[in-house]
């Protein structure tokens, strides 16, 4: 999900009101003169990177073991909590358009993003309930059950589909914020 604020691929790369887009330094080369990226937005970049490599690795259940993919989870979920809180204005904003005039990528956007929703909230919920390791070191003795671990693998499986498909659709946010955020500095020193 992407808020308002945040750097398009249209945008991200458009010079300042006012400014050209290559300026002369003194005693250096030309530089690129580019919009500084909101603090938001390298917000939601490094929170959506957390969540994807934290999904990864608890996916890799043989990886990391029983202890570590239910921390892990229990991590995730908190963390995912913090990232629907932080677009809870872009699904409102979108809900009311969904009906209306939303563009057909934005109205996909929104389905894949439910979905992934309604399926990562079951993941986390039949993962806590089937807790063997976390929670009972924490004092707390979930019921587990068949039903709920069965729900929990085909959760888990429906959700890497999932998120394929939320990061193809988000991809070029992505690409265009990431190289922003993480390329160095080429101006040399004087």
Known sequence: MKPNNTLTAETATAPEPGHATNEQVADGPPRTR??????????????DSVLLVAFALDYSFQFTGL??????GLGFGIALLVHIT?????????TKRLFGRLAGRERIRWIVDFALLFVMTLCVASGVLISRSALPALGIRPAAGAFWTGLHTTS??????????HVALNWRWILTVGRRILRRNTATPT
């Open 34 to 47: 580019r919009r500084r990226i909101p603090g938001r937005t390298r917000l939601d970049f490094w929170l």
């Open 156 to 165: 888990a499986d429906v959700t890497v589909a999932l998120v394929g498909l």
């Open 67 to 72: 202890s570590i993919h239910e921390w892990i």
């Open 86 to 94: 932080l677009h809870w204005e872009w699904v409102l904003r979108t």
